[in-house]
């Protein structure tokens, strides 16, 4: 079976400082991996995706993750955070290319 | 740039009643799904389709709701006698051939059921 957990419903950074938001997966595959951002009223953009080439994965806007396959996990950073980061986040996984599943959420604050 | 769009961007409806949501999906692509999100919960995930017939489906997907691509450009999801609890936010979403393709969302339909 396959589920995300993001550990975090919410996380608050200051302006200008390291941004860690955490995802933890489960697959019985060789799962694909995304980061989507959910801007107020907005649809979800893609951030950023694994699909089993480098393990350190750079997106848009700054935001990196890094493929851990041994403590399952796929956590999104960026090194400093910016006002207009803040949005929700999804880490969502996909084992055969076409279901695929979210986690419930991160909602990123930054304070300025 | 190409992107999924969906009409109509919030929808208010009488229970009981029918309702459509509309797609229009990346022209290219051949995997069509539609999710939904309810106010302050996770996106769940209704429907996929492939090859003009319905791939996967959830247990939310009960006999109330269908999809159809009626023209090669549309998708459409349907309700066919809508309760308080489908008022929620609908996605539709499109992938393109491959197996790591990711997928492109919509803006979303707001329904709201009253």
């Known amino acids: 079976a396959q589920s995300v957990t993001q550990l975090d419903s919410h996380v608050s950074v200051s302006e200008g400082t390291p941004v860690l938001l955490r995802c933890n997966y489960s697959?019985?595959?060789?799962?694909?991996l995304f980061w989507y951002v959910q801007h107020p009223n907005k649809g979800l953009q893609l951030l950023l995706k694994y699909t089993s080439a480098a393990t350190l994965v750079k997106g848009i806007n700054g935001f990196e993750a890094e493929f851990k396959k041994s403590e399952t996990s796929f956590h999104l950073t960026k090194p400093s955070a910016h006002m207009s980061d803040a949005a929700e986040y999804f880490c969502?996984?996909?084992?055969?290319?076409?279901?695929?599943?979210f986690g419930t959420g991160t909602s990123l604050t930054v304070i300025p | 740039e190409p992107e999924v769009t969906q009409t109509p961007s919030h929808q208010v409806t009488q229970m009981g009643q029918e309702v459509i949501l509309r797609c229009v999906p990346i022209s290219n692509h051949l995997y069509f799904y539609w999710y939904r999100q309810i106010l302050g919960q996770k996106v769940e995930f209704l429907v996929s389709?492939?090859?003009?017939?319905?791939?996967?489906k959830s247990e939310i997907f009960d006999d109330q709701f269908s999809v159809e691509r009626p023209d090669g450009s549309n998708f459409t999801l349907k309700i066919r006698s809508t309760k308080l609890e489908d008022s929620a936010m609908y996605f539709c979403?499109?992938?393109?051939?491959?197996?790591?393709?990711?997928?492109?969302f919509g803006p979303g339909t707001r329904l709201t059921v009253l």
């Open positions: 979403a499109s992938k393109g051939g491959g197996l790591y393709n990711e997928q492109f």
């Open positions: 389709f492939y090859n003009n017939e319905i791939s996967e």
């Open positions: 697959s019985s595959y060789s799962p694909s």
């Open positions: 969502v996984v996909s084992d055969r290319g076409n279901q695929f599943y």
